[in-house]
């Protein structure tokens, strides 16, 4: 396993940077969707994925090597069209978006950076701002690049997509989708071949245990939410009363055990998530239990162990010249 602490955060196995450096390596003669897809299925499965991502993308973006920035780049709108929700929040921070634009920017890299990777970024901007509305900070910086007159025309760019087709698909199991499961079955089930009808009873059952599975897994997933939510509101109104001096010993065992549970839950509701579809109406629910719980984790870890916890902290990633305060990143404070 590797293992090793990068710009802060823990980096597990293939989550290091050698994902990244193989697909962008600037030996490459065109994108490597394999190591493009395998650093999205990465992040997806790794709790603190999406933070450690944009962190190493950043330095990528940041090459004087043209090819290598752009393949990057290409590397950041894979993700975002495959990582999801937590991803898009990352990059909606203006402590990345800052990065973007200094690389657009004359007062930072815009002098030396190469023309490709400043009109790409201006691109990818833009139909972020159409793709993702819901992100606010990113149409922000779109548009302070429009009042500093860095931009002078909005790209000329489809609307109903975010620059790049779908990676190309990765090869599966010898599967049908319901449409051809149908029609396939309703052709065996008119022969009169006896092996053809074994073979549509052999499907029929097949089709009842999926059916089965799949209410199984709804079912689950419905209990497991019921859960974070009782968990978490019991934790927080504990927490609220908690005093180190006060509260009996009674009040600090259940205070352990209700965040001993809520920590199993978050991996259950991570799980969850990296196992649902992106166009599953349920992953935002997931998702945001996933967020409720680790922000009632973090409660416990400063309030009850007095751990620092990131965002409580002075984060000094890239914007040394920005400050963290209790409502986010100083507007005023971006570098653009």
């Known amino acids: 396993m590797c293992r090793h602490l990068y710009d802060g955060y823990d980096c597990v ?26 650093f999205c299925d990465q992040i997806n499965k790794e709790l603190e ?4 991502a944009v962190t190493l993308l950043v330095h990528k973006i940041h090459s004087p090597q043209e090819w290598e920035a752009l393949q990057a780049l290409t590397v950041l709108e894979a993700c975002m069209k495959n990582c999801g929700r937590r991803f898009h929040n990352e990059v ?32 990818m901007l833009y139909s972020w701002t159409v793709a993702f509305p819901s992100e606010t900070k990113i149409g922000e910086a779109y548009q302070t690049l429009r ?23 990765r090869p599966k199991h010898p599967v049908f989708d319901n449409e051809d499961m149908g029609k396939l079955l309703a052709e065996l089930l008119r022969s009169k071949n006896p092996e053809d009808l074994q073979e549509a009873n052999r499907l029929i059952k097949n089709m009842v ?4 599975a799949r209410v199984q897994k709804v079912t689950k997933r419905i209990h497991t939410l019921e ?32 965040y001993e549970r809520c920590d199993k ?14 166009n599953d109406t349920s992953l935002g629910d997931i998702l945001q239990a996933s967020d409720d719980l680790s922000r009632v984790i973090n409660s416990y870890k400063k309030i009850v162990e007095g751990q620092p916890i990131n965002g409580d902290i002075t984060v000094n990633c890239f914007i040394r ?4 305060s209790s409502g986010g990143w100083d507007k005023r404070k971006m570098t653009f």
């Open 49 to 52: 994925g999406p933070q450690i």
């Open 321 to 324: 010249d920005s400050v963290w």
């Open 227 to 258: 859960e974070v939510n009782i968990n978490v509101k019991l934790l927080t109104e504990m927490l609220t009363h908690y005093n180190k001096d006060s509260s009996t010993d009674s009040d600090k065992e259940i205070i352990k055990e209700l």
């Open 209 to 212: 245990k999926e059916d089965d």
């Open 92 to 123: 909606g921070k203006y402590r990345f978006l800052n990065e973007l634009i200094k690389v657009v920017s004359p007062k930072y890299l815009g002098e030396t950076a190469p023309e490709k990777v400043k009109v790409k970024i201006v691109e």
């Open 147 to 169: 009042r500093q007159g860095l931009v002078t025309n909005d790209p000329e760019l489809p609307l109903d997509r975010t620059l790049i087709p779908s990676p190309p698909t």
């Open 265 to 278: 839950l978050r991996r259950a509701a991570f799980k969850m998530a990296t196992e649902t579809e992106d």
């Open 13 to 38: 196995n293939m989550m290091c940077p050698s994902l990244l450096d193989k697909a962008t390596h600037p030996t490459n003669r065109q994108e490597d969707w394999e190591y493009i897809i395998g």
